[in-house]
């Protein structure tokens, strides 16, 4: 690609971008053209848990969504504790075109709409990063009125994860299935 002299840095990103083509390559999408197609990236904890979803493994698949899979948390340290997975996954949400990063965010909030109505939640807390798993994935967290003192107010990492309770298949089932019908009442699920 070349600049020409006068051109912004907007529109030079733009002239890019429209010249870019997409490849998909160990389950992340790259620009191609800006990486080497024979460097084979590293698989994250995400893109275990998207490929066991696809293959029905994962026990906490909530639901398949339009831009990938509604999944429990393995810990769940405040009930209800969720998280969105793209499928196929990406490095962040910038990685998304237009169109899958609106219905990426649409399936984040039906999602959050869901555990409001199901589980008596006052509020939903969304969270991206990233840092520690460098795939995109969205919690999904619901937060009550009767969460002790302190931790009322705090973000979510500010629980001891360590004491929280695994997710339960048996214990949680029907917290799934009234979430499972909740997301397709709400026109979230993929057919």
């Avoid at 990233?130 to 003192?149: S, T």
Wanted: glycine share 8%.
């Amino acid at each position: 690609m070349s600049i020409r002299a006068g051109c912004g840095p907007g529109r030079a990103a733009r002239s890019l971008t429209t010249r870019i083509r997409w490849s998909v390559s160990s389950g992340f999408v790259y620009p191609r053209g800006v990486r080497n197609e024979s460097r084979i990236e590293p698989e994250t904890a995400i893109h275990a848990q998207v490929i066991a979803a696809r293959e029905g493994r994962d026990p906490r698949v909530i639901a398949r969504l339009f831009s990938g899979w509604a999944v429990f948390g393995e810990k769940q340290f405040l009930r209800g504790y969720a998280l969105l997975l793209p499928d196929p996954v990406v490095p962040s949400l910038n990685a998304l075109g237009a169109k899958e990063r609106s219905a990426f965010l649409l399936d984040m909030s039906r999602l959050g709409d869901a555990l409001l109505k199901v589980t008596g939640a006052i509020r939903i807390n969304y969270a991206i990063y990233g840092n520690i798993e460098p795939a995109l994935h969205a919690h999904v967290i619901p937060r009550y009125a009767d969460e002790p003192g302190a931790l009322a107010t705090a973000h979510p990492w500010a629980y001891d994860w360590s004491v929280a309770p695994r997710f339960d298949a048996a214990r949680d089932a029907t917290l799934l299935q009234a979430l499972r019908a909740g997301l397709m009442r709400l026109g979230a699920g993929a057919a």
